[in-house]
């Protein structure tokens, strides 16, 4: 159990038990509902907590603007990137601030995102409905997810999927997740906004884990993340439920060609602890259980919210403004 860390390490973390104890989510974003102050959120496509700046963004009461860069959680890029898409942070809180302090920020809520690869940002806020829709890929369908395997698979702890590793295993005879292949994008595709899965499946345990990440492969095959969210459901065992998995916020131009990879699985380890299947606090519990899952294609698909009419912005700008 990961609570037994420090005893396997043999040192004192007399902290560590805190970390895993359950805490409310969401107590900053609701104390912000009441703020009138202004607000700079700045994150990171790539950053796995982008979705709290988001959130934080979005609730807050005062005028608030967003920044949602091509970096990870350190605000720096985790590969190399045109000079369109770089950011001088440090010059751009300053601009802000002074904005900020002379009053001159205009009262809503607006933001920009970069469509990473591209070199171009997206406006996002008041106007960003105006200028998106949503994509639907049905699983199953010819131009939506086609299964390649694993309909029926096992969520088994004792060898999760793992989430550092993107590849996949060759090996169907048994099958540890779901797999499904979209065919090539015709034409290049912004994404600029939330993403969803949504599920119509069955686990035979009690308690279930239900993670989906999404690949990019580009046409050389190469692969890249471009979205994961993970679930935790305690529906009746054997009955079909309906699941919705959100993926986060995403950000990316994808070129033509490009093929989308849609993994669903019981674990995403050691990101995130394993489910053991019994119900109990996958912290501390010390007995673990396969489960048997299946997914059905009817009422399956996944959503991506992509720039219908593009609106390219310059981020200081509008940051500022």
């Given at each position: 159990p990961l609570t037994r860390l420090p005893d396997r390490l043999g040192r004192a973390l007399p902290s560590w038990p805190g970390l895993w104890d359950d805490r409310p989510r969401g107590r900053i974003v609701r104390r912000g509902s009441a703020s009138r102050l202004p607000l700079l959120a700045v994150g990171g496509t790539h950053d796995p907590f982008a979705e709290d700046t988001v959130a934080l963004w979005r609730g807050w009461g005062g005028p608030a603007r967003l920044l949602l860069g091509p970096w990870g959680h350190r605000l720096t890029a985790d590969r190399p990137t045109i000079a369109a898409d770089r950011v001088n942070l440090g010059a751009l809180y300053v601009r802000w601030a002074r904005a900020a302090l002379a009053g001159r920020l205009e009262p809503d809520r607006r933001g920009v995102i970069t469509l990473d690869g591209s070199g171009r940002w997206h406006g996002m806020g008041r106007q960003a409905g105006e200028t998106a829709r949503t994509a639907t890929w049905p699983f199953g369908a010819r131009t939506g997810l086609r299964l390649l395997h694993g309909a029926e698979f096992t969520a088994d702890p004792a060898r999760p999927v793992r989430s550092d590793d993107l590849a996949v295993p060759a090996d169907t005879t048994c099958a540890d997740r779901c797999l499904l292949l979209s065919p090539p994008l015709p034409r290049p595709l912004d994404l600029a906004g939330p993403a969803t899965a949504r599920l119509h499946a069955t686990a035979d345990t009690p308690a279930a884990d239900w993670a989906v990440r999404v690949t990019a492969l580009d046409p050389d095959g190469r692969a890249e993340?471009?979205?994961?969210?993970?679930?935790?459901?305690?529906?009746?065992?054997?009955?079909?439920?309906?699941?919705?998995?959100?993926?986060?916020?995403?950000?990316r131009r994808l070129p033509a060609g490009t093929r989308l990879r849609t993994e669903i699985a019981g674990h995403h380890f050691p990101a995130h602890a394993r489910n053991p299947h019994t119900g109990e606090n996958p912290v501390t519990a010390t007995r673990l259980v396969p489960s048997r899952r299946a997914v059905s294609a009817r009422g399956s698909a996944l959503h991506l919210t992509v720039v219908a009419r593009r609106r390219y912005v310059e981020p200081v700008p509008e940051i500022c403004r």
């Open positions: 993340p471009l979205a994961f969210g993970i679930v935790r459901r305690t529906d009746p065992p054997g009955e079909a439920a309906e699941i919705t998995v959100p993926l986060g916020t995403l950000g």
